[in-house]
């Protein structure tokens, strides 16, 4: 059981290119969600995914689109990455419905620097 | 708006001395509360939490207790290691969106010195 995997682990990308951040869970969660980290500013959500098939912008969607795959992944992509968005990105998943917990399980995280 | 505030770091503290890191929160309804830490390099990890009034959270020696009246969640343990070493994450539920999405403190970094 692997939890929360992340990939890539480090990526340096120039101003205006794009990429994807990739996230999957294998503990058939229902709820995923992508946050950011920054020095001093704790962590940000940018978009979560109630279920398969939904998602809903967080605090900070700006710049960042996401894609539910299927019940297992969520990615991040970066249409035009911008310096501003050097930051430490996380998953997370939550399982939800009756007898479900809220607390979420987080992957290890992309550190992502633009120049 | 639902926040939560949590004492800026560093805490810097000598091997064995007792530690207390403080978290209030403003919340409409009743959120859960939550403690998660962050090891040098890696994500975060559940460390306890509380879902009503008066709930003690506990884990690897760790505690805090759910004061409504003081929206509070004050994290604290006996003794500290320096394998306690590591950022310290004070979050909430958000009632009015179903529990689905977490509020998080800024972070408490802990230095833990032999």
């Known amino acids: 059981n692997a939890g929360v995997t992340q990939t890539p682990k480090f990526q340096v990308l120039k101003t205006g290119q794009s990429m994807t951040l990739q996230c999957a869970q294998d503990?058939?969660?229902?709820?995923m969600y992508w946050y950011r980290q920054d020095p001093g500013m704790g962590l940000r959500l940018i978009y979560y995914s109630a279920s398969e098939g939904t998602t809903d912008k967080g605090e900070v969607p700006n710049g960042y689109n996401v894609s539910r795959l299927n019940k297992r992944e969520f990615s991040l992509r970066l249409e035009s990455a911008a310096p501003s968005q050097t930051s430490v990105y996380f998953c997370?998943?939550?399982?939800?419905?009756?007898?479900?917990?809220?607390?979420?399980?987080f992957g290890p995280g992309t550190r992502l620097t633009v120049t | 708006g639902n926040s939560v505030t949590q004492m800026e770091g560093p805490v810097t503290l000598s091997e064995e001395a007792f530690l207390t890191i403080n978290c209030t929160y403003t919340a409409t309804g009743y959120p859960s509360l939550f403690w998660y830490v962050q090891y040098p390099g890696e994500g975060l990890q559940l460390l306890l939490k509380?879902?009503?009034?008066?709930d003690k959270g506990s884990n690897k020696g760790f505690e805090a207790t759910y004061r409504k009246e003081t929206t509070s969640f004050h994290l604290e343990k006996g003794s500290v290691q320096v394998s306690d070493s590591a950022v310290y994450f004070c979050?909430?539920?958000?009632?009015?969106?179903?529990?689905?999405?977490?509020?998080f403190g800024k972070g408490t970094m802990l230095l833990v010195s032999p």
């Open positions: 509380a879902t009503k009034a008066d």
């Open positions: 503990m058939n969660h229902n709820s």
């Open positions: 997370a998943s939550r399982v939800t419905g009756h007898g479900g917990t809220y607390e979420q399980y």
């Open positions: 979050a909430l539920t958000r009632p009015n969106s179903g529990y689905s999405t977490l509020t």
